[in-house]
């Protein structure tokens, strides 16, 4: 709720600076002409064409500073904060009392850490796998090496002796 009251004190500070400025430079317009000092007052595309292009008078920064200051000002902060504005606006605020900044975190882009733990546990259990067969492997490797160790203990006694090579 705090955010939200600061962001909307600061939007009334860019949209007074704003309104500043842009009688200040109708000031300078209405000195033109009438036509062009309305068009400042009503129109803000015209305000800025004729701040920085038709506008040649030497006291014309402050004016024009606090013009741009204060409608960059508003329109960033209304649009980086439009959802709670917006909740504010139809008067819900319990909903901005209730909702803290994680669990509005947590709701737009779901739970890291949560996705982070299953991943984890998914790691483990495919670690767990391939331990298993690594431990098949290392099975079958002892098997193969008995079968290898067999064939050369009894390639040596085709007669049925002990394996010596004597015969003795």
Known sequence: MLLVAITLGLILIGLASFVYGAIGISKYAFRVGTGHGIAVLLFPPYTFYFAFFKLDEDDKDLPVAS??????????LTFLFSPQLSLVVQGRLDEINSQGVGEAATEAYGDKEKDSEDESEGDEENDE???SSGDAENASD???SSDDSAPDAGSGSSDGSNGSADGG
């Not at 013009?67 to 329109?75: A, C, E, K, P, Q």
Request: no cysteine; net charge negative; charged share 20%.
């Open 142 to 144: 002892d098997t193969e």
């Open 67 to 76: 013009w741009t200051f204060g409608i960059v000002v508003t329109l960033l």
């Open 129 to 131: 796998t391939s331990e």
